[in-house]
């Protein structure tokens, strides 16, 4: 796998940093029963910088076997860390952690970056200090290094083959990414769209933090995919088992991805 980028589009690779097994209805309404979920983790490799899209869960999950440990399955090579030294790219080389918000399946491993600046929506980054969501944890997501807070849009590389796209419903300031590679456009589309079925039918999870704005989100995903963009569904156990992980994304590639 090449470490330094010599193309002008950036590489895009997946990786799983954990699981958790919840009721179904929490990422899709109108379904019984429970679901085991990945916590999906992108590298993004730009001749301009390294950065990751979400960072999984925290590597304190590792062993844990009471509390959110009885849900959250943390393998110990699965940290983020370990993950990018499999790779061969030092957790220190990473320039920039989007997080398409702060929930502790999606910034636990920001604290492994030490070197990263946190690229977060300003409302996100204000509304996980409130305390009015229990799945903020602000010793997974206040790590000390530095905060880009952003408003609306964002070109993180400014050659608009990294754009970040403002996704609100789940949370306050949920954002997805689109990234342009040589062989097509991906949306990381975090939790605004967790299974490719809530964008097939529209449907939205059991509860949400504000549902118009979530609908509004999913219409946003649906347009970019009549378009031809490959959506990543945030947590899509089928989908994402279909993904190749810890390899150069192929977009080309039709037997390499799922069917839009
Ligand atoms: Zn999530």
């Known amino acids: 796998m090449p470490r330094t980028n010599s193309q002008t589009s950036p590489l895009l690779y997946a990786f799983t940093c954990g699981h958790i097994t919840l009721p179904t209805g929490y990422f899709i309404s109108g379904e019984e ?3 085991k979920v990945p916590a999906c983790v992108f590298l993004i490799d730009h001749p301009k910088g390294l950065a ?9 999950f590792v062993g844990m076997d009471k509390g959110l440990g009885k849900i959250v399955d943390m393998p110990e090579e699965h940290p983020v860390a370990d993950r990018l030294r499999e790779l061969d790219v030092d957790p220190d080389r990473i320039d920039w952690i989007i997080n398409s918000h702060l929930h502790l399946d999606h910034a636990g491993g920001n604290h492994m970056l030490p070197n990263a600046t946190v690229v977060v929506q300003a409302e ?3 509304f996980g200090f409130t305390g009015e969501d229990g799945a903020y944890a602000k010793e997974d997501f206040d ?6 807070k952003v408003n609306g849009e ?4 400014g050659d608009g083959s990294v754009i970040l796209i403002p996704t609100p419903g789940h949370t306050p300031g949920h954002q997805s990414a689109r990234v342009k590679t040589a062989t097509g456009e991906a ?6 769209c967790n299974f490719k079925r809530s964008l097939d039918d529209m449907r ?6 504000n549902a118009d704005h979530y609908r509004g989100s999913l219409e946003k995903l649906s347009e970019l995919r009549r378009q031809g963009a490959h959506i990543f569904y945030g947590h899509d156990p089928d989908f994402w088992a279909s993904v190749p992980q810890a390899q150069e994304l192929d977009l080309n590639t ?3 991805l799922p069917s839009l």
């Open 33 to 35: 029963g429970k679901t």
């Open 124 to 126: 996100e980054w204000e």
């Open 52 to 60: 990751l899209f979400d960072t999984g869960f925290s590597d304190r």
């Open 154 to 157: 964002y070109d993180l590389y």
């Open 143 to 148: 790590t000390g290094q530095p905060v880009k």
């Open 187 to 192: 949306v990381l589309a975090g939790d605004c």
């Open 254 to 256: 039709k037997n390499n």
């Open 204 to 209: 939205m999870p059991d509860e949400v933090y």
